[in-house]
C-alpha cells in the first residue's frame, strides 16, 4: 500500500489510551510517544478561564461527584438540544475546578489509565501551550495544537464568547505567530469565522459528523439549518474551502477501498476533499474491538486489542492529511509499515 501523503498523527486529548485524557501525564506521554501534535477539547470557567476537558459536563471525568461540597451543584442543562444532567465547568470558577482531580472516562475499557485516577488536576489551556512551547524547545522538534472548541454557540449564549477568550489566550501566549503550529477546529463554522476575523493565523478545519447539523446553524435556523450532509457534498466542500482549510470526520466516514490489483487503498471522501482544496483528517484510531471496525474485531472481548494494524493501515493508505489516535505510539507503528521509508509530511499542524 503506497498512499500518497504521510499523515499527521495527532495525540486525541493526549494518550488516553493510557493515561486519563486531558491531564498533563496524558500529553506528555502523546509527545513522547512520537505524536506529531495534539488536541486539546476547549470548553471555559464561570470567570472565563480555558479549561481542557472532552465536555463542559465533567461527572464522569473528575471526582466532582464524590465531593460533599459541589454535590448541590449537580443540574439539568440542554447543550446543543440535548438534555444532560451532571456537573458542569461554567457554573465553576477556576479556583474551584482546580481542586478536582481527573478520572479515567472509559474505565471498563481503560482499566490501566483508571489506575491513575486521581492523581492529575484539570489543565487550562495556558498550561498546555506552555507545556508544548518547554518540549519544542527540549527536543528541537515543532509540536502542533490541534484546539477543538467545544459547544461555542451555547457559551455565547450565556455570556462567555470561546472566540474572544480562545483569541485572547492565544496571543497572550505567543501562539498567533503564524509559524504553522496552530490548527483550531469546531462542529461550529461560525466560531472558525470569528476566530479568523479576530486575526487568528491558525489552520482552521470544521468538524463533520455523519448525521444531524451544526449546532450554531440550529441555533440560528432551527429545523431549516443545513445539515452536515450538505457540506460533504462536492459543491458544498468547493464552498467551505472559501473559509476553512480541513475537514475531519468520523474514520467510519472514509470507508477505504482497496484495489486487488494495485497496491492503492482510496477513498471516495479522503479524494472528493483533496480535489475540492481540503484537506482531509479522521478521528479517532483505537486498537480496542469495542472501537474497530467489525471484520478488524478479535476474541478477548471489548477491551481487548484486536487487529489494529489492518484497519490503522487502510485508514492511513487512503490520502489521509492527518489522523487523531487515542495511543500515539500505534498509530506512528503502523504509519511506518505503510510507510517504510520517511516522506514528506502531508500538513502541518
Not at 461527584?65 to 465553576?92: C, N, Q, V, Y
Not at 451544526?214 to 473559509?243: E, I, K, N, W
Request: charged share 25%.
Amino acid at each position: 500500500m503506497t498512499p500518497a501523503r504521510r499523515p499527521l498523527v495527532i495525540g486525541h486529548r493526549g494518550a488516553p489510551g493510557y493515561r486519563p485524557e486531558h491531564t498533563r501525564s496524558s500529553y506528555e506521554l502523546a509527545i513522547a510517544l512520537g505524536a506529531d501534535a495534539v488536541e486539546p477539547d476547549i470548553v471555559a470557567s464561570r470567570d472565563g478561564v480555558l479549561v481542557l476537558r472532552h465536555e463542559n459536563e465533567i461527572g464522569g471525568t473528575t471526582d466532582v461527584a464524590s465531593r460533599p461540597e459541589f454535590a448541590a451543584w449537580r443540574t439539568t442543562k440542554t447543550i446543543d438540544g440535548a438534555a444532560l444532567t451532571g456537573w458542569f465547568t461554567e457554573d465553576f470558577t477556576w479556583a474551584e475546578l482546580s481542586t478536582l482531580r481527573a478520572r479515567e472516562r472509559l474505565p471498563s475499557i481503560r482499566t490501566s489509565s483508571s489506575s491513575f485516577d486521581g492523581q492529575s488536576p484539570i489543565m487550562r489551556l495556558s498550561e498546555l501551550l506552555e507545556l508544548l512551547d518547554t518540549a519544542g524547545e527540549e527536543t528541537e522538534h515543532s509540536l502542533g495544537l490541534v484546539a477543538e472548541i467545544k459547544h461555542a454557540a451555547y457559551f455565547d449564549s450565556i455570556g462567555l464568547p470561546l472566540d474572544e477568550l480562545v483569541a485572547d489566550e492565544l496571543i497572550r501566549s505567543g501562539w498567533n505567530s503564524g509559524d504553522g503550529r496552530l490548527t483550531v477546529e469546531s462542529f461550529e463554522k461560525t466560531v472558525l469565522d470569528l476566530l479568523r476575523g479576530r486575526g487568528i493565523r491558525s489552520k482552521n478545519v470544521f468538524l463533520l459528523e455523519a448525521a444531524g447539523s451544526p449546532p450554531d446553524l440550529v441555533a440560528r435556523f432551527g429545523s431549516d439549518a443545513d445539515s452536515y450532509a450538505s457540506f460533504l457534498t462536492r459543491d458544498g466542500m468547493r464552498m467551505l474551502r472559501r473559509d476553512v482549510e480541513g475537514i475531519s470526520v468520523d474514520k467510519n466516514m472514509i470507508r477505504p477501498r482497496p484495489d486487488a490489483d494495485s497496491t492503492r487503498v482510496s477513498s471516495a471522501l479522503v479524494d472528493a476533499a483533496h480535489e475540492a482544496g481540503l484537506e482531509i483528517y479522521c478521528w479517532t484510531l483505537r486498537p480496542e474491538n469495542r472501537f474497530l471496525s467489525a471484520e478488524f474485531r478479535r476474541g478477548g472481548g471489548p477491551a481487548a486489542f484486536g487487529d489494529w494494524e489492518s484497519e490503522f493501515a487502510l485508514i492511513l493508505a487512503t490520502g489521509v492529511d492527518g489522523v487523531f489516535a487515542d495511543q500515539a505510539d500505534l498509530a506512528v507503528a503502523a504509519r511506518e509499515a505503510v510507510f517504510p521509508a520517511r516522506g514528506t509530511v502531508g500538513g502541518s499542524a
